[in-house]
């Protein structure tokens, strides 16, 4: 199946138009669309053949009008002098099938890559030391008493850190001079300040922490000339 010309020679509309052959039993639905108003012919051949009584006058009219598709623009529209006249323009389009225009996106997705931090005990048994992690200070943690899990409950129980791991230590362990404990970081993205310690504990970065976004900064201005404030983050 297709389209023949006009008559006239005018393609543009012609072109227009499209046929959708789903074959079934000998049958063809054919699907079209009109652009322009007024009368027009159809005519289904089959080669040179006119199809018995496939021949139509086709009358198309413009549809009710749709104020979404419609527009107004002008000066009108925004300010006007009393006494003068002033205009706009209403551009008029009647109810037809809604355009839809898809976006896609493609990427890679990076994986969360979460920081290990490693402390290194170098304070002498009995010795009392302390951990502090942006600005946040642990309770103290004594060389050959304390655990890796008192540890792990000192730093969880500071406002800057959420949930920590050890991936190389067992809760139950005691620390002593010369022990390494693996901190790793579960809910806190990105690459990570390094904690310290009150004592001569050592701090390094086993794994530096990566996230597939920026950083996110807050900014705050203060104009008092006097008094306090109380910053709050999250429900700290």
């Known amino acids: ?16 138009l499209s046929t959708n052959k789903e074959s079934s039993s000998g049958i063809y639905p054919i699907h079209y669309t009109l652009w322009e108003t007024g009368m027009h012919e159809l005519t289904v051949n089959s080669g040179m053949s006119i199809v018995s009584g496939s021949s139509y006058s086709v009358e198309v009219t413009n549809s009710s009008p749709q104020a979404s598709s419609s527009s107004a623009t002008g000066n009108g529209l925004k300010s006007g002098i009393a006494g003068e006249q002033t205009s706009f323009k209403i551009q008029l389009r009647d109810q037809r099938e809604a355009e839809v225009q898809a976006i896609m996106a493609k990427g890679t997705l990076i994986e969360f ?61 005691v620390i002593n001079s010369g022990d390494d404990v693996d901190i790793e970081f579960v809910t806190e993205r990105g690459s990570l300040d390094l904690i310290t310690s009150s004592g001569h504990e050592t701090v390094t970065k086993l794994q530096e922490g990566e996230a597939p976004y920026r950083p996110e900064r807050q900014a705050f201005n203060c104009d008092a000339d006097g008094g306090f404030a109380t910053l709050t983050f999250g429900d700290k």
């Open 113 to 173: 890559i979460n920081e290990i931090q490693r402390l290194t005990l170098s304070s002498n048994i009995g010795d009392r030391f302390h951990l502090e992690f942006r600005g946040q200070n642990t309770v103290e943690f004594e060389v050959g008493t304390s655990t890796c899990g008192d540890i792990v409950d000192g730093l969880e129980a500071l406002p800057s850190i959420g949930r920590i791991h050890l991936p190389s230590n067992s809760l139950s362990q």
């Open 1 to 16: 199946l297709g389209i023949l010309p006009r008559s006239d020679d005018y393609y543009s509309i012609a072109h227009l």
